[in-house]
């Protein structure tokens, strides 16, 4: 089953790891800022608050010299058990000292469009909504016609969803740019340029944003796709390594021209 999930870097395994580049050289970030974009967390509050704290130690031990940001790339919700906990503990900020970004992901508008029409439903619902139903205490009655079942449950879920979430929902950005990185949920479209990017690219875009051969204008840093591990590419730094299956979230750390990457335990899964 996992075999299916995951997609397997064969450019990595034939030819080496490439290193991400803007025009030639590395990319950077200004001086004074240490960035660290945090990859899908699909209902595992467990896991997002262990990344937290690991990001937290491996910021103080770098020392506390730099201004720290935390991006969150997006799919915040679905799949896991542990969406409307996720949503408070990201309402609530970011760990102490940090600035916090949050990104919206394909998952994430499918709910939000789930509150504004019930047609959306059953789509989301097989692809993790009904997990994220569960975690604001709704259940779908089988024994109904499935239209019926829809507007019952976005009924429910209007009337459960705290407006706070909702205005979190409202908030999400569609992406951040710093330095020589575009942070964004997805990717983007390699022939149009970042300001003329559309919401589908920014956030459902796999092909050929994934396999693009050849630097961007920036280094897109990503989720949505899930691999075994981290991949790096001239254009791209993906960072979804399917937490809500494996138990291992990830982050990348970027300074100035360095990057390293932090994750939790498989143990956790």
């Known amino acids: 089953m996992l075999g299916r999930l995951f997609r397997k870097s064969r450019e990595r395994e034939e030819v080496g790891p490439p290193v991400p580049s803007v025009a030639g050289r590395p990319p950077r970030l ?5 960035v660290y974009a945090v990859g899908d967390v699909h209902g595992r509050l467990g896991l997002l608050r262990q990344l937290e704290a690991i990001i937290e130690a491996d910021h103080h031990a770098r020392g506390d010299s730099c201004r720290p940001w935390i991006v969150y790339l997006g799919d915040y919700v679905d799949r896991g058990t542990d969406s409307r906990e996720v949503i408070d503990h990201l309402i609530a900020g970011p760990p ?14 499918w709910l939000r469009e789930f509150l504004e029409d019930p047609a959306y439903g059953p789509s989301w619902y097989k ?5 994220t139903l569960l975690s604001y205490g709704v259940r779908m009655d089988p024994a109904k016609a499935e239209p019926a079942r829809f507007r019952e449950a976005q009924a429910a879920m209007r009337a459960r969803v705290p407006e706070a979430h909702r205005r979190f929902l409202g908030s999400l950005e569609l992406g951040f740019s710093i ?5 964004v949920h997805a990717g983007i479209m390699p022939t149009r340029p970042l300001d ?3 919401v589908e690219d920014l956030l ?5 944003f994934l396999n693009h051969d050849g630097e961007l204008a920036k280094v897109v840093v990503h989720g949505h796709t899930v691999e075994q591990q981290p991949v790096e590419r001239r254009h791209r730094i993906g960072i979804d390594t399917g937490a809500v299956w494996t138990g291992m979230l990830t982050a990348v750390g970027l300074e100035e021209d360095r990057r390293w990457y932090l994750q939790t335990s498989t143990g956790e899964a």
């Open 127 to 131: 692809h993790g909504g009904d997990a």
């Open 30 to 34: 200004p001086r004074g800022i240490r």
């Open 179 to 183: 330095g020589d990185y575009f942070m």
């Open 96 to 109: 102490d000292g940090f600035e916090g970004i949050h990104l919206l992901g394909n998952h994430d508008l």
């Open 196 to 198: 003329q990017q559309s």
């Open 204 to 208: 459902w875009v796999r092909e050929p």
